[in-house]
């Protein structure tokens, strides 16, 4: 986590129209917990890479196991003129890193099937927002063709006392325990969330002045013809 510099590519991606997604359920009405967040650090990454036994330089600057193993991963996603971006500076930061991350751009199709049947090793993943809480279900041991399975009993009895909560001070709770295991257990590292968006139409066409619903207007469709 410590070796991809997300913070560098929403800056160049964006130039100030988007931030960083703190955890997963940022944005979410009036859930305000906090979770610790992996920061870009070439000396922490090092350090996590020879706890795992990477602790020797090739001549590419890769790290390798003693049995000459190298600490490559191999990075999926359905290509577009923002994603390569990002993919070439997550390779860069990675690489000043000692790690090497292997571009795999693949078309949608291929890539669903990649993550349908687990043979993916890194992908870059975007979802629509929930209606009014976040949607851990595709972190649950039981999901099915699911890349953020976890099999784990803490992450279930979050995700269950989530769906069964009463009150907003209960959904608050689990969803706190979720975004600390997802944290803990390393398997999302949260990319960003777009403040703002420039939208353009005809002029017949309206908006409504007081959409409150949890989509992008344009996406959700919430337009009108005005009758002149």
């Known amino acids: 986590m ?17 931030g960083r997604l703190p955890q997963f359920a940022t944005g979410y009405r009036n859930l305000r917990h906090s979770t610790e967040q992996y920061r870009y650090s070439p000396e922490e990454a090092r350090a996590c890479f020879a706890r795992a036994g990477y602790t020797e330089s090739g001549p590419d600057g890769i790290l390798r196991k003693a049995d000459g193993t190298r600490l490559s991963v191999r990075f999926s996603f359905s290509p577009s003129d923002k994603l390569n971006l990002l993919a070439t500076i997550l390779c860069q930061s990675a690489a000043a890193c000692g790690a090497e991350i292997l571009p795999e751009p693949l078309p ?28 851990y279900s595709e972190f649950h041991s039981h999901a099915e063709q699911s890349p953020f399975r976890l099999q784990s ?31 803990q257990e390393a398997i999302l590292l949260p990319g960003w969330m777009e403040n703002r968006a420039n ?7 309206h908006i409504p002045p007081h959409y409150a619903g949890p989509y992008d207007v344009a996406e959700s469709h919430q337009l009108w013809i005005s009758p002149q």
């Open 2 to 18: 410590q070796a991809m510099d997300m913070d560098r590519a929403i800056d160049i991606l964006f130039q100030g129209y988007a």
């Open 153 to 183: 009993q803490k992450a279930d009895a979050a995700i269950d006392s989530l769906q069964n909560a009463e009150t907003h001070e209960q959904a608050e709770e689990a969803c706190a325990r979720m975004d600390k295991l997802i944290f």
């Open 108 to 135: 949608w199709q291929l890539l669903s099937e990649q993550l349908k049947n687990g043979s993916h090793e890194m992908t870059f993943w975007a979802t629509m927002p929930g209606y009014l809480l976040p949607d």
């Open 199 to 205: 939208i353009a139409a005809w002029r017949h066409v």
